[in-house]
């Protein structure tokens, strides 16, 4: 679950990141009007670290290992011929898999989604008090 919500937030905020710069507003700052504040502002467009990229990157190798059935790099095999379901979605025999999953998913929604969301809020407010209220030289 940790890796589930790491994964999410990294990748909300590299798809921010693209987005605001996409809009020509990298250099758009947002005025923190709290007292106590350790900034006077901060960036519209969020941090995203070297491990964040990284997390995004397995991320994205997973979902291709997972939709492709290949190894995660490219769909190709290591001999250079297409994989098992290369360029298909769920690779070979992956309608029937999803299929036999489909019953199940209700269930997992319902017992992992509200943990997610708490994760997820919990890591988003823990950050936003990091940025906010404790000075940059002592951050990690």
Same mark, same amino acid.
């Given at each position: 679950?940790?890796?589930? =919500?790491? %994964?999410?937030?990294?990748? %909300?905020?590299?798809?921010?990141?693209?987005?605001?710069?996409?809009?020509?507003?990298? /250099?758009? $700052?947002?005025?923190?009007?709290?007292?106590?504040?350790? !900034?006077?502002?901060?960036?519209?467009?969020?941090?995203?670290?070297?491990?964040?990229? $990284? #997390? =995004?990157?397995?991320?994205?190798?997973?979902?291709?290992?997972?939709?492709?059935?290949?190894?995660?790099?490219?769909?190709? %095999?290591?001999?250079?011929?297409?994989?098992?379901?290369?360029?298909?979605?769920?690779?070979?025999?992956?309608?029937?898999?999803?299929?036999?999953?489909?019953?199940?998913?209700?269930?997992?929604? $319902?017992? !992992?989604?509200?943990?997610?969301?708490?994760?997820? #809020?919990?890591?988003?407010?823990? $950050?936003?008090?990091?940025?906010?209220? !404790?000075?940059?030289?002592?951050? /990690?």
């Amino acid at each position: 679950m940790d890796e589930l =919500v790491k %994964s999410i937030d990294a990748l %909300s905020r590299e798809q921010l990141t693209l987005l605001v710069t996409s809009l020509g507003l990298s /250099r758009a $700052r947002v005025p923190v009007l709290l007292p106590g504040a350790a !900034v006077a502002s901060l960036p519209l467009a969020p941090t995203v670290s070297e491990e964040d990229r $990284r #997390v =995004v990157e397995n991320l994205v190798k997973i979902v291709n290992f997972l939709t492709k059935g290949g190894d995660g790099s490219n769909g190709s %095999s290591s001999n250079g011929s297409s994989g098992a379901g290369a360029g298909r979605p769920f690779g070979a025999g992956g309608g029937e898999v999803v299929a036999e999953l489909l019953p199940y998913l209700p269930a997992v929604a $319902r017992e !992992v989604l509200p943990q997610l969301g708490t994760q997820l #809020v919990g890591r988003i407010s823990a $950050r936003f008090v990091r940025e906010l209220f !404790v000075p940059a030289p002592a951050r /990690r």
